[in-house]
């Protein structure tokens, strides 16, 4: 298991970048790299690092600006969206296919790259997506001990849990810390359906992310991953990430009925706004969940703000 400190995985994501990118972004590893959470790119605009509490602009002299003074700022071309979505694709945009009609690829080291341009339909369907005009790297971070006070006030481990919080809340990051400390120190046996590959950060075979004693299904879709680790792994417990489909609430069904916990996570910043997704509504009534976390916010990974019963959401 390879893993990395917080320059590192800046540095991964800036080896993606077109190389007059890189030329300006990679020297400010010093400055950026423990607080930059995306990088952002849009055709004939300045290039962004977003980061929790302010939004830098790189310059033209490879310095950075917290104002989008156009004149003074480093604009990317079409060129640099072209290249960089190449470099992403490990200059192969055909194996990438199936990731780039759902507007994403998933990087080594667990990053994502969003992709913003024109749909291509086929069938009513998207069957590809030309004239790129944005990305949007994401940022992988690994925060060990981060479920720590999750792990306090949930007590003993019981039932499944639910984990929920806005884009960039740290909802990955933090059941990522929560399969390692079962899998550790619970003694439990953890499969996790990796989807997307933002979990563990497999690449090559070897694990970018330290997952502890965790059994990983890698690219897995979550219905497919979830009944092979039932028929073959055995189970305690069952990680992914995003549920919501149909395809979820069958799978998680079977796995209520096999005696599986799951840890899951949801985009949702309160209880209404969870409630509004009839999906959800759903998957929380096959009492897979016993307790549902509301993360704080963008600035604190772990930071939790609420904790509910999902029986007083649904009715005992």
């Known amino acids: 298991m390879a893993t990395f400190n917080d320059e590192e995985r800046f540095a991964q994501v800036c080896g993606c970048l077109s190389n007059s990118l890189y030329r300006r972004v990679a020297p400010l590893a010093s400055k950026l790299s423990k607080k930059a959470m995306e990088i952002r790119l849009r055709i004939n605009r300045p290039l962004a690092v977003v980061c929790p509490d302010i939004t830098y602009y790189v310059t033209k002299q490879g310095g950075i600006s917290s104002t989008p003074a156009i004149d003074s700022l480093l604009i990317v071309s079409r060129a640099d969206i072209s290249d960089t979505f190449n470099n992403i694709c490990n200059h192969s945009v055909y194996a990438r296919q199936n990731e780039i009609i759902n507007g994403f690829v998933t990087l080594n080291g ?4 969003g ?7 086929s069938g009513g369907n998207i069957s590809n997506i030309r004239d790129l005009s944005s990305i949007n790297i994401r940022i992988a971070r690994e925060y060990k001990g981060c479920s720590a006070e999750l792990v306090k006030r949930l007590g003993k481990t019981s ?11 740290g909802k990955t990051t933090v059941i990522r810390d929560y399969a390692r400390y079962l899998s550790i120190e619970q003694f439990k046996n953890v499969a996790v359906i990796d989807e997307r590959g933002e979990i563990a950060g497999m690449a090559g075979g070897t694990f970018q992310n330290d997952i502890g004693l965790c059994d990983v299904y890698d690219g897995y879709k979550k219905y497919d991953g979830m009944m092979q680790a039932i028929r073959s792994m055995a189970p305690d417990y069952i990680v992914c990430d995003e549920i919501g489909s149909d395809s979820d609430i069958k ?14 996570t949801v985009h949702s910043a309160n ?4 409630m509004s997704k009839v999906n959800l509504v759903r998957i929380l009534q096959t009492r897979a969940f016993s307790k549902i976390v509301f993360l704080s916010n963008k600035n604190s990974v772990g930071e939790i703000s609420k904790i509910v019963e999902v029986g007083e959401l649904i009715g005992h």
């Open 271 to 274: 209880e209404k706004e969870l």
């Open 159 to 169: 039932g499944g849990l639910l984990v929920c919080g806005v884009p960039c809340s």
């Open 251 to 264: 799978a998680i069904s079977h796995c209520v009925n096999s005696g599986v916990n799951i840890i899951a």
């Open 110 to 113: 667990g990053h994502r790259a």
């Open 115 to 121: 992709i913003c341009g024109t749909a291509v339909m």
